[in-house]
């Protein structure tokens, strides 16, 4: 079994890479931070401000979150519903944040995340991947990229799926989340002492899967590729 984590700010292409990085493998991919997305989804939709550490609390009781994988792809069903892109909305990456700064919050997905974790061969990306969820994890990656070159990403990708937004509120929204997702008392958004950085803001995906399968053998061997 291999467990990979790969942490990182938003923008610097985690979930890409985690993705191609898992189909490689033959692997299981884990997106943590449609975790999140989902209870920041739930917050929003009963009008509750997601700062509001104890009404956000009071509404975990009423929210059950399953991993389901089909055709090799993660998907997340809130109370019986697949949300699919409703949580890819910028407000609700917003709401994600706010709430995972929430020790109640955090503590509810935990078991979720180890559970995986324990009974399959991942690649798991997010913010805290290696310092809490797994920090035994054989392989640890902090994936990071300039500011302008993952709200150019993230811009990208938002226009992609038709939505009307502007570069530098997106750049400004970044540096606002990234201020917010370090700064928190609980598990911070930093690199595990033992983690490879690795800054892709001159790769390509493909290139960036290159560099991790080249860590892998470094530190595993060629047996698992």
């Known amino acids: 079994m291999i467990r990979i984590a790969i942490d990182g700010p938003s923008g610097a292409g985690k979930s890409t890479l985690a993705k191609s990085l898992a189909a490689r493998l033959g692997i299981i991919y884990v997106d943590t931070g449609a975790l999140y997305r989902t209870v920041g989804y739930y917050v929003k939709t009963k009008g509750v401000d997601p700062k509001d550490s104890g009404a956000v609390e009071a509404l975990l009781p009423e929210i059950k979150i399953e991993l389901k994988y089909e055709a090799g792809m993660q998907y997340v069903y809130l109370n019986g519903e697949n949300l699919g892109e409703k949580i890819r909305q910028p407000d609700i990456s917003m709401y994600a944040s706010a709430v995972s700064a929430i020790p109640a919050v955090r503590r509810f997905l935990l078991e979720t ?12 990306d997010g913010r805290d991947i290696g310092t809490v969820i797994i920090p035994d994890a054989d392989i640890k990656i902090f994936l990071t990229a300039s500011d302008e070159v993952r709200a150019r990403r993230r811009y990208n990708e938002l226009l992609a799926k038709g939505m009307d937004v502007k570069y530098e509120d997106v750049l400004a929204d970044m540096k606002e989340r990234d201020a917010r997702d370090r700064g928190r008392d609980i598990a911070p958004a930093t690199p595990a002492p033992d983690a490879i950085i690795l ?13 991790v399968i080249s860590i892998i053998k470094e530190k595993l061997g060629d047996i698992i590729i």
Not at 113 to 124: F, G, I, L, P, T
Not at 199 to 211: G, I
């Open 113 to 124: 995340q180890k559970s995986v974790a324990r009974e399959n061969s991942v690649v798991m």
């Open 199 to 211: 800054d892709n803001s001159d790769c390509t995906n493909e290139e960036s899967v290159e560099d």
